[in-house]
């Protein structure tokens, strides 16, 4: 199956920017997903990329996709205390599922 | 608009008693349906999804059943809950795979 991996921990500094990694091994995906979980919550979605892009640009935040790599980063600009959460690649599977990571959770420092 | 209604938000229920958590969607028609569990605080399992009134697909043999009785409802059950069952459980919405899921407020669920 599919195998989506992710680092567990980051921590930032307020105004400072975050990266969170992504690796996945299904090649044929077309669409990659970043979501975000605050504590005690549903997961909500933050952005997709195509696969035929390299990068996708929304406010803060900007995905770059490098497909040779199988990699997939988020990174969001001027970090937050509210930014402070899990966040989930997922990667679609048999056109009905997502395979997601472990995610990564994000700590702020203020 | 579309939106995805879960309840109860937390459960605390006795080893051995049954369990019945239900989902539904409002705003669209068909949807594919999904419950995952999500497990101290992290990974995500797929336990079951759905693409239609009465198809289940179970992704996990375990101690669990799903439903869908009707269109835009999913229900997960078990007839005795054993203590490796509690969690949080997540239901999710989707019409395509590229459109992404749309989830739940999730069911926190302790055995004691």
């Known amino acids: 199956g599919e195998d989506v991996e992710q680092s567990l921990f980051l921590s930032v500094r307020e105004g400072d920017s975050s990266v969170i990694n992504c690796t996945y091994t299904?090649?044929?995906?077309?669409?990659l997903y970043w979501y975000k979980q605050e504590p005690g919550a549903g997961l909500q979605l933050l952005t997709y990329?195509?696969?035929?892009?390299d990068m996708k640009q929304d406010q803060r935040l900007t995905v770059l996709l490098n497909k040779k790599d199988k990699h997939l980063s988020l990174r969001i600009a001027d970090t937050q205390t509210g930014d402070s959460a899990i966040y989930f690649c997922?990667?679609?599977?048999?056109?009905?599922?997502?395979?997601f990571g472990t995610g990564t959770s994000l700590t702020v420092i203020p | 608009s579309q939106t995805i209604h879960q309840w109860p938000a937390t459960l605390v229920q006795p080893v051995g008693s049954p369990l019945s958590l239900e989902c539904t969607v409002e705003?669209?028609?068909?949807?594919?349906l999904y419950w995952y569990r999500q497990a101290a605080g992290r990974g995500l399992q797929l336990l079951f999804y759905?693409?239609?009134?009465?198809?289940i697909s179970s992704e996990v043999p375990q101690n669990l059943s799903a439903s869908r009785p009707q269109d835009r409802q999913f229900i997960l059950s078990s007839k005795k809950l054993l203590l490796s069952d509690s969690g949080f459980y997540l239901c999710?919405?989707?019409?395509?795979?590229?459109?992404?899921?749309?989830f739940g407020s999730g069911t926190r669920l302790t055995v004691v």
């Open positions: 999710a919405w989707s019409v395509l795979a590229v459109g992404g899921y749309t």
């Open positions: 299904d090649s044929s995906s077309t669409y």
């Open positions: 990329i195509f696969s035929n892009m």
């Open positions: 997922a990667v679609p599977h048999s056109g009905n599922q997502f395979y």
């Open positions: 705003g669209t028609s068909n949807p594919n």
């Open positions: 759905s693409v239609g009134i009465g198809q």
